[in-house]
């Protein structure tokens, strides 16, 4: 099969797609011939952006901002969707954000907005598309996780206990859905060149990392393509690849 025709005729929603890690899984999807949704919070030059690199390759593409930790903005997010696409056949649940500080020092607020987009935000777009995918006995959700929701990260109470959260979701969505032909997995990034890891110690980091370099986003967009589009995927639920280098093994 021609790589490039893998999820024609499919929609595949994308939170957080306007930059990072988003954004090349947005790309690659699109690249394997799904309609591509580019889920934005507050960034619509930067949506806008990706969905024309989707179309300068000849794919398919639209922008729509919704805020995932918002109950109402999700379901209008998802009834929009298939009111335009009539279907929605992917959902990767990539938005995320970090409010870092040490516990002792964290503001409740800071606790609860991670809670809420990382969390909270994958329960609510997971659910909003559930009936469909039931519908059409067919879906793959992967969802973004992270190391640090494996292993923890001193300075990252908030992100880690949401990450590793969401390992759990995944795992319990997956033994939900899986007698209706949904697949649910996670992807858990290591360190990634981002705008969210360019201030970090980066020396020590590398210490850690057996593979001795950051990952970058075009790979861990190859981890959620397989698992979203490859047809040797679909024997695969309830699963954590971890995309690290080798930081985390076991």
Not at 73 to 95: F, G, P, W, Y
Not at 141 to 149: K, L
Request: proline share 2%; aromatic share 4%.
């Amino acid at each position: 099969m021609n790589p490039s025709n893998l999820l024609a005729g499919q929609t595949a929603l994308v939170t957080g797609a306007s930059r990072g890690i988003g954004r090349a899984i947005a790309l690659s999807l699109g690249e394997a011939g799904a309609e591509v949704v580019v889920n934005y919070s507050s960034s619509p030059e930067k949506a806008e952006e990706v969905v024309n690199s989707i179309h300068a390759f000849g794919g398919k593409a639209y922008s729509m901002q919704s805020n995932v930790s918002e109950e109402q903005a999700v379901d209008e997010l998802v009834k929009s969707i298939l009111e335009r696409s009539h279907r929605i056949d992917i959902l990767i649940n990539n938005a995320g954000i970090t409010r870092d500080g040490l516990l002792m020092r964290m503001k409740t607020n800071d606790w609860q907005d991670v809670i809420n987009i990382n969390l909270s935000g994958v329960f609510l777009c997971t659910r909003a598309v559930a009936r469909t995918m039931i519908k059409q006995r067919s879906g793959r959700i992967v969802n973004i996780t992270s190391v640090v929701g494996l292993i923890g990260n001193a300075g990252q109470t908030n992100y880690a206990a949401a990450k590793a959260g969401v390992v759990g979701l995944t795992k319990s969505t997956a033994k939900e859905f899986a007698s209706r032909g949904i697949t649910v997995n996670a992807v858990a990034p290591g360190f990634i060149v981002t705008d969210m890891t360019k201030e970090l110690n980066q020396e020590s980091i590398l210490k850690a990392i057996p593979l001795g370099s950051f990952g970058t986003p075009e790979q861990v967009a190859g981890a959620v393509r397989f698992l979203a589009a490859d047809p040797a995927a679909s024997y695969i639920t309830g699963q954590v690849l971890q995309v690290d280098g080798g930081m985390v093994m076991g």
